[in-house]
């Protein structure tokens, strides 16, 4: 007799659990609107309506900071949508999103940042994607492995520790939620591009060394992703390329060197088009607003139009297309 009485206080416990949690999640979740992820249903509105033949970009940051989409548009003659939101979404995240709303004669652009094809774990992501889950809860229809569920289980329970533990802070975000000037939903205009730091001047961030390293298959696990993406596109008539983000670092001879050989090594494993190379797109840091990863206005539209020209040539088009 004492096992069904402990089952039923253990199932009373967690139905009490989660009705609390439940309230107080509704009351959090609400205060997150304003986060800069929330520009997720946006994107995917655009994406799912606007007509095919389109063009599809997929990035972290650096594609929200660093590509001028209507410059695209005009040149290419496609409709473009600016997936990119943030490198802690992990790499599987960003795949499966776009998947179902793609179309015969869709272009999809793949512009990851260096850590998520270098390390393994960055294939599920990080707290981000949990945060993405909290604040459009319909996304978790996009997470497809246990590595996915395993980070959002435990970003869970940090997160839900670090509610309680600094609950007056918590509070006071819900009754009045903190808005970004730089980082937040409305800061992107109809094609996925972020704008609120066009008119800002460089905060001088600092150089980092070109340390990617895919030697001793640190670079694996991604690289046969990316692969059966492509392929599975491939039988519905969808084009993948990919290519690589603009990048604040040194110049050093050493820098150029490691450069070359990611570059090497991605082109000679991935199975569909890469065009440029990464050091194409390292910029001086008076290009870059606040990360490494982060364009100014002026940066940003070198960028697209290094970005276009290299479209153009592998789609075949000419200037005066």
Same mark, same amino acid.
């Given at each position: 007799? +004492? #096992?069904? @009485? *402990?089952?039923?206080?253990?199932?009373?416990?967690?139905?009490?659990?989660?009705?609390? &949690?439940?309230? !107080?999640?509704?009351?959090?979740?609400?205060?997150?609107?304003?986060?800069?992820?929330?520009?997720?249903?946006? +994107? #995917?509105? @655009? *994406?799912?309506?606007?007509?095919?033949?389109?063009?599809?970009?997929?990035?972290?940051? &650096?594609?929200? !900071?660093?590509?001028?989409?209507?410059?695209?548009?005009?040149?290419?003659?496609?409709?473009?949508?600016?997936?990119?939101?943030?490198?802690?979404?992990?790499?599987?995240?960003?795949?499966?999103?776009?998947?179902?709303?793609?179309?015969?004669?869709?272009?999809?652009?793949?512009?990851?940042?260096?850590?998520?094809?270098?390390?393994?774990?960055?294939?599920?992501?990080?707290?981000?994607?949990?945060?993405?889950?909290?604040?459009?809860?319909?996304?978790?229809?996009?997470?497809?492995?246990?590595?996915?569920?395993?980070?959002?289980?435990?970003?869970?329970?940090?997160?839900?520790?670090?509610?309680?533990?600094?609950?007056?802070?918590?509070?006071?975000?819900?009754?009045?939620?903190?808005?970004?000037?730089?980082?937040?939903?409305?800061?992107?205009?109809?094609?996925?591009?972020?704008?609120?730091?066009?008119?800002?001047?460089?905060?001088?961030?600092?150089?980092?060394?070109?340390?990617?390293?895919?030697?001793?298959?640190?670079?694996?696990?991604?690289?046969?992703?990316?692969?059966?993406?492509?392929?599975?596109?491939?039988?519905?008539?969808?084009?993948?390329?990919?290519?690589?983000?603009?990048?604040?670092?040194?110049?050093?001879?050493?820098?150029?060197?490691?450069?070359?050989?990611?570059?090497?090594?991605?082109?000679?494993?991935?199975?569909?088009?890469?065009?440029?190379?990464?050091?194409?797109?390292?910029?001086?840091?008076?290009?870059?607003?606040?990360?490494?990863?982060?364009?100014?206005?002026?940066?940003?539209?070198?960028?697209?139009?290094?970005?276009?020209?290299?479209?153009?040539?592998?789609?075949?088009?000419?200037?005066?297309?």
């Amino acid at each position: 007799m +004492k #096992q069904p @009485r *402990l089952l039923k206080k253990i199932i009373v416990f967690i139905i009490v659990f989660l009705i609390v &949690n439940g309230l !107080f999640y509704g009351f959090y979740h609400r205060s997150r609107q304003t986060s800069y992820l929330a520009a997720v249903r946006q +994107k #995917q509105a @655009r *994406l799912s309506s606007i007509d095919s033949p389109k063009l599809v970009i997929v990035g972290g940051s &650096n594609t929200a !900071f660093g590509i001028d989409s209507t410059i695209l548009e005009e040149e290419l003659g496609y409709p473009v949508v600016n997936m990119g939101l943030q490198g802690g979404l992990g790499c599987l995240y960003p795949l499966e999103e776009i998947q179902q709303s793609l179309k015969p004669g869709d272009i999809v652009v793949l512009i990851p940042e260096y850590h998520c094809i270098s390390e393994s774990p960055n294939l599920y992501g990080d707290a981000v994607l949990y945060q993405l889950m909290v604040v459009a809860p319909l996304n978790v229809r996009h997470l497809t492995t246990w590595g996915q569920a395993a980070v959002i289980f435990q970003e869970a329970i940090n997160q839900y520790a670090s509610v309680f533990l600094n609950i007056r802070e918590n509070l006071d975000l819900i009754v009045d939620p903190h808005y970004d000037a730089i980082y937040n939903p409305s800061g992107f205009n109809a094609n996925g591009d972020l704008t609120t730091h066009l008119d800002r001047d460089t905060l001088s961030p600092q150089p980092v060394p070109f340390t990617i390293d895919c030697t001793g298959g640190a670079c694996t696990p991604m690289i046969d992703v990316y692969n059966q993406f492509a392929d599975d596109l491939a039988g519905n008539g969808v084009s993948v390329y990919l290519t690589f983000p603009a990048y604040l670092v040194e110049g050093k001879h050493e820098d150029m060197h490691m450069a070359e050989c990611y570059s090497r090594y991605v082109v000679d494993h991935l199975q569909f088009p890469v065009f440029g190379q990464p050091q194409d797109f390292f910029y001086p840091g008076s290009y870059f607003f606040d990360t490494y990863y982060h364009l100014t206005a002026v940066g940003r539209e070198l960028r697209t139009r290094q970005l276009l020209a290299d479209l153009q040539a592998v789609l075949g088009q000419t200037n005066s297309e």
